[in-house]
């Protein structure tokens, strides 16, 4: 009888353990959760916050078997990773919201056949640098649009889209580069493709879109990484398709391929998403500014903010780069780049202090005047890396 008493009574506080544990876990669930606001909170501090916690309940229920059968604990974890799969799923529809924020172009799939001709014409080679110093610059109308804007810095025009009221000390240039010999080059919409030239033709597999990475903007960003290797910038060039063959999701299977790259390269801080424009779906927008006697690509920055609810508390830094950039081109060649546009999205580019779009030229441009801008914008990146 005693000995029967003794083993109930062991059961009953094994059973209080357990449930103890169980009520303490919940109240460190619920507090954590209500500490998160779900609008402004990102992906990586999510997980973070629920590895950890999933971890810790890991730990804690372990001990309520002296046996250390880990059967429970795991059940609890399991559970714990649904529920914070969830919150990651509001962070997913945000993203999604920044491919829809960036593209206005109808995506539509022609599958017409051009040309099946290529003809690889890579970007002259230009040895003598003072040409590319010493020369005249003038933006053309054709086939443009007319630039607007809401703020200036010196020479620098920036289009403010986001919700943030822009001061001139947010738009100094102040920000000090620590890596200034390695850039990162990718593409999170990689088959973004040019109008069809005698030059270059190629057979499209959708509306100003190709699988073919010799037609598309990641040709201009093999131009843009050879110039500046011959400049003594080490250069990662990833050419990985982010939009096909779905283009949901570009910039979450972009996110993953830029944090690959940064967790072997984590000292590096320029990081370039090099985009076309998508504003039209059309030859009628290609815009363009004569260096000299050469036609080549306009070019524009697109800032991220956190304004679209995303965490991004860093993204001053990344503007004061750009603008700084974009001052140096304005001093070289005036006209090489339209106005900036500064967004509520973030573009994936909280991964670095350096992080941004550059969109070269738009569907009414060729390659060969895209991959033309590239010795000029590396001649810019040169200057600023020194």
Known sequence: MINLAVINLRDILKFLKLFLIIVVSLIILLKTLATIRIEKIGLSKIDFKAEKIINDELILASYSNEEKNYDNANVFKNILSEEFAILTEFEKELMEKENQEEVIEIVGVENVQINNEVIDKENKEVTDESILRNVSTKVLKENNKKDTFTHVYKNVKIKNESKYELTQEMLTPNYLMLNKKDLIIYHTHTCESYT???????????????????????????????????????????????????????????????????SQNPSCEMIIDLHRDALGSSSSYGPCVMIGE????????????DGGGLTHPDWLNNLKVAIAIQEKAEDLYPGLFKPMIVRNSRYNQHVSNAAFIIEVGATGNTLEECAGSMKYLANVLNEIMQ
């Open 294 to 305: 050469e036609k080549v690509a306009q070019l524009m920055f697109v800032i991220g903010t």
């Open 196 to 262: 069809p030239s005698e030059q270059n033709s190629y057979i499209s597999s959708g509306n100003f879109r190709t699988t073919d990475l010799n037609f598309t903007v990641a040709k201009v960003g093999e131009v843009l990484s050879n110039n500046l290797k011959e400049k003594g910038i080490n250069v990662i060039h990833n050419n990985t398709l982010h939009d096909y063959p779905a283009y949901t999701g570009s910039y979450t299977r972009s996110l993953s391929t830029i944090n690959n790259l940064l």
